[in-house]
């Protein structure tokens, strides 16, 4: 890092796709101090332009050599570019913040969400995760709830956007939807099935022992790590929805102690990075239309769980970015803490 050195020059790895435009609008809108931006992507982009700061950037062909002078580099180029590339990066003298699940459950790897355990950080040795989206969507709002009374279990269904299979599953949910609508057939390319009108469960591999997706898989494991609660109990079901880019979580949690939902609201009332959208008059909850392109996850639907006798659970119901806090907005906040 080029401490005393000035501002750092900065790299996205990835950057035409739906993670990479997002993070070089938030490293804009955020006013983040560098003093170079580069731009990689595949052979395919190489030479494309991309606005930043009233420049025009070039996207270049990333290679072995790219991250020479590099401080710090947003990866969002898939696990498979981040297991080749980030070491190299980090050899190159890079810090690399990954947004792929190449590296999260490594013991020497920070797996971060600044508003839980920025702490963590100061143990990074050049590379560090970028949570799953539905993870960082799901937990963030429960963090102060975690704290002022342990959540010991906590069950998930999800509601995930295209957005999160990348830019070619939101271009295949449009036109899909556009074919369906003219009674058109569509052969679907990106996702495993038909998109338009339809859900389906994660379109990731299931373990054979659990029988859980490996998104599941992912929420379960990631949301211990980033707790440093190794003892959480918790399970996920993760559905793929025809939303274009924000993720939505149900959510039922059973804490240590009995609480309310007047106590949940009052926790998460000025709790950082989150807004309430609880209107039980007007029917008006958390939507994902509502949270696209908003930093805040939306938190609503605040309820006692009825059927825990002890008054120790809750519901409630969540919507959040894909591309911004579950991904972009997160990696650029990672970025700022370093
Ligand atoms: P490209 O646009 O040139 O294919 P998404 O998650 O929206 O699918 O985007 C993936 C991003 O990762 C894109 O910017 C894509 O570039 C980039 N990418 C994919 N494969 C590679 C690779 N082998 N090397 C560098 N960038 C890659």
């Not at 999160?164 to 996702?191: F, N």
């Not at 958390?286 to 009825?306: E, Y």
Request: aromatic share 6%.
């Amino acid at each position: 890092m080029s401490e005393g050195r000035g501002p750092p020059v900065v790299a996205i790895v990835g950057a035409t796709g739906a993670v990479g435009v997002e993070l070089i609008r938030c490293l804009e809108e955020r006013a983040f101090p560098l003093s170079e931006l580069r731009l990689f992507a595949s052979a395919r982009s190489a030479g494309k332009m991309l606005a930043f700061r009233g420049q025009s950037l070039p996207v270049r062909e990333l290679n072995e050599h790219s991250f020479s002078g590099v401080d710090i580099a947003l990866f969002s180029a898939g696990g498979s570019t981040s297991k080749r590339f980030a070491p190299i990066a980090v050899r190159a003298g890079a810090t690399v913040v990954d947004n792929s699940s190449a590296f999260r459950m490594d013991a020497g790897v920070p797996l971060v969400v600044p508003e839980i355990n920025p702490h963590t950080l100061r143990t990074h040795q050049g590379i560090i995760a970028n949570p799953n989206c539905c993870a960082i969507i799901a937990i963030t709002p429960l963090w102060p709830i975690h704290r002022s009374n342990r959540i010991r279990r906590l069950t998930l269904a999800t509601y995930q956007a295209a957005s999160g299979a990348g830019a070619a599953a939101m271009q295949e949910l449009l036109e899909s939807t556009r074919a369906y609508l003219e009674g058109r057939a569509y052969q679907h390319k990106v996702l495993p099935h038909p998109y338009a009108f339809n859900l389906f469960s994660h379109n990731t591999s299931i373990d054979p022992v659990t029988g859980y997706n490996d998104e599941e898989t992912k929420v379960i494991q990631e949301t211990r790590k980033i707790f440093g609660d190794p003892d959480i109990r918790v399970s996920a079901t993760c559905v793929r929805v025809p939303v274009l880019r924000a993720h939505s979580v149900a959510i039922t949690l059973e804490c240590e102690r009995p609480i309310t939902p007047s106590q949940v609201r009052e926790l998460l009332q000025s709790a950082p990075g989150v807004k309430l959208v609880d209107d039980a008059q007007r029917n008006y909850f958390p939507m994902p239309q509502d949270a696209s392109g908003q930093d805040p996850i939306l938190v609503g639907r605040i309820r006692q769980d009825l059927s825990d006798p002890g008054g120790r659970s809750i519901c409630l119901f969540v919507a959040g970015d894909q591309l911004l806090k579950g991904a972009a907005l997160n990696a650029v906040q990672i970025a700022e803490a370093l």
